[in-house]
């Protein structure tokens, strides 16, 4: 079954300034970022680093195709707490995270900038987007442990190691992604699959059965400006 976690408050605004009843509602990027952010429990002081790093991302996105969403309201609601609202779902003790097919740096630079006890590897296949992975890392003093690689992930003959976390933001299907990044996570780590649609809990098991993975969690959720459905999947290595 899947769940909903009561964590970011569901917002019908689209960033602009509402009243309801004789109250000004604040429906500013920031102000919805900073409300996320509290809602999720986290310090709302991370608004500042999260915004320069939006803001850092649609500059780029100016000259490098890195994302289709290009308005700052919808970069802080699916992206931002997209990435933040699947953060619970990373284990305690867990230090090292591989995100393969980061495209922007979703959800590791995120998680980094949330997570200082985080040390992120963030794996794309496209020079232009590793080149602004890196520039973020340094612009927002992430460098010592935020990394961009420029890599082709094929799960056999690469030197990327085994990692406590391997986790993807929609790079691909349910079970090709396992049967990727069962090559990468250590005995006793975790496989996190981010993804839009619910995908066949049929086809998830026997995808997992066959990486050698077993099914650790799962949890349906809503975006809190769009109201879009967004799922993770947590799968652990046993051995």
Same mark, same amino acid.
């Given at each position: =079954?899947?769940?909903?976690? $009561?964590?970011?408050?569901?917002?019908?605004?689209?960033?602009?300034?509402?009243?309801?009843?004789?109250?000004?509602?604040?429906?500013?990027?920031?102000?919805?970022?900073?409300?996320?952010?509290?809602?999720?429990?986290?310090?709302?002081?991370?608004?500042?680093?999260?915004?320069?790093?939006?803001?850092?991302?649609?500059?780029?996105?100016?000259?490098?195709?890195?994302?289709?969403?290009?308005? $700052?309201?919808?970069?802080?609601?699916?992206?931002?707490?997209?990435?933040?609202? &699947?953060?619970?779902?990373?284990?305690?003790?867990?230090?090292?995270?591989?995100?393969?097919?980061?495209?922007?740096?979703?959800?590791?630079? $995120?998680?980094?900038?949330?997570?200082?006890?985080?040390? !992120?590897?963030?794996?794309?296949? !496209?020079?232009?987007?590793?080149?602004?992975?890196?520039?973020?890392?340094?612009?927002?003093?992430?460098?010592?442990?935020?990394?961009?690689?420029?890599?082709?992930?094929?799960?056999?003959?690469?030197?990327?190691?085994?990692?406590?976390?391997? !986790? /993807?933001?929609?790079?691909?299907?349910?079970?090709?992604?396992?049967?990727?990044?069962?090559?990468?996570?250590? $005995?006793?780590?975790? &496989? =996190?699959? =981010?993804?839009?649609?619910?995908?066949?809990?049929?086809? !998830?098991?026997?995808?997992?059965?066959?990486?050698?993975? /077993?099914?650790? /969690?799962?949890?349906?959720?809503?975006?809190?400006? /769009?109201?879009?459905?967004?799922?993770?999947?947590?799968?652990?290595?046993?051995?």
């Amino acid at each position: =079954m899947w769940t909903t976690r $009561p964590g970011l408050v569901r917002l019908t605004c689209r960033g602009v300034e509402t009243r309801k009843g004789n109250v000004a509602v604040d429906n500013s990027p920031d102000a919805v970022l900073k409300k996320g952010l509290e809602t999720a429990g986290l310090p709302v002081a991370l608004a500042g680093p999260l915004s320069a790093y939006a803001a850092l991302l649609l500059k780029w996105n100016e000259r490098v195709n890195l994302t289709a969403i290009t308005r $700052p309201i919808e970069v802080v609601d699916k992206h931002l707490l997209d990435s933040l609202a &699947v953060l619970p779902e990373v284990p305690t003790g867990a230090h090292r995270v591989l995100d393969l097919g980061a495209g922007a740096g979703l959800p590791g630079i $995120p998680w980094a900038i949330v997570r200082p006890d985080l040390d !992120v590897t963030l794996v794309d296949a !496209v020079q232009k987007k590793v080149a602004f992975i890196k520039a973020a890392a340094a612009s927002l003093g992430l460098a010592g442990r935020v990394h961009g690689l420029h890599h082709r992930a094929t799960g056999q003959g690469d030197t990327l190691g085994t990692w406590d976390v391997v !986790v /993807s933001r929609a790079f691909m299907d349910v079970e090709p992604w396992l049967a990727l990044a069962r090559h990468y996570v250590r $005995p006793g780590g975790v &496989v =996190m699959a =981010m993804v839009g649609q619910a995908p066949d809990p049929a086809l !998830v098991a026997s995808a997992a059965a066959a990486a050698g993975l /077993s099914l650790r /969690s799962q949890r349906r959720f809503e975006l809190p400006v /769009s109201g879009d459905g967004r799922g993770v999947f947590v799968f652990e290595r046993s051995t």
